[in-house]
């Protein structure tokens, strides 16, 4: 599931020079990582009140939400296989 691999990859850049790897870069400055959080959250709110949505932009706005939100999780030692069986859990 890319959700994993992607968790696995988030992972490694912990140690990563922030230099050289954004993922590392948000991984050391949590208040950075809420702010790209709440941007990208944002900015797919704004996509999803529009006219004429475009799905693609839509998806890719999603996509950064998801990617951030993933980094937060990390940052903070939250499997996403945690999130996960909280929406299993939910499902009726």
């Given at each position: ?14 140690g ?13 400055d ?11 959250a ?18 890719e ?16 030692d ?15």
């Amino acid at each position: 599931m890319i959700l994993d691999e992607l968790e696995t990859v988030l992972q490694e850049r912990r140690g990563a020079d922030a230099s050289e790897s954004y993922t590392a870069q948000l991984l050391g400055d949590p208040e950075l990582i809420q702010r790209k959080i709440m941007e990208e959250a944002f900015e797919v709110c704004l996509e999803l009140g529009r006219d004429d949505t475009r799905k693609d932009l839509t998806a890719e706005e999603a996509a950064d939400v998801i990617y951030h939100l993933l980094v937060g999780l990390v940052s903070v030692d939250v499997p996403v296989a945690d999130v996960l069986a909280v929406l299993e859990g939910r499902r009726k």
